[in-house]
């Protein structure tokens, strides 16, 4: 797997990891501020899942991408 394949992968996981966190914190948090927080990193998270996934896209097209991934 090349490292921009591997990069990629890891940074969709972790934006998947920022969306399950800001759904836990909101379902945990007890005032509003939290829950601006918490929509902050959601919606972050949807972005660079989405920057992510086009970019990998791009490879796939380009035929860099390892199938592996």
Same mark, same amino acid.
């Given at each position: 797997?090349?490292?921009?394949? $591997?990069?990629?992968? /890891?940074?969709? /996981?972790?934006?998947?990891?920022?969306?399950?966190?800001?759904? $836990?914190?909101?379902?945990?948090?007890?005032?509003?501020?939290?829950?601006?927080?918490?929509?902050?990193?959601?919606?972050?998270?949807?972005?660079?899942? $989405? /920057?992510?996934?086009?970019?990998?896209?791009?490879?796939?097209?380009?035929?860099?991408?390892?199938?592996?991934?």
């Amino acid at each position: 797997m090349k490292p921009c394949d $591997q990069n990629i992968k /890891l940074t969709i /996981l972790l934006a998947e990891r920022m969306i399950e966190l800001a759904d $836990q914190g909101d379902d945990d948090r007890e005032d509003t501020g939290c829950g601006i927080l918490y929509g902050m990193l959601r919606d972050s998270g949807y972005k660079i899942k $989405q /920057l992510a996934e086009n970019e990998k896209r791009k490879h796939i097209a380009k035929g860099w991408w390892d199938e592996s991934c």
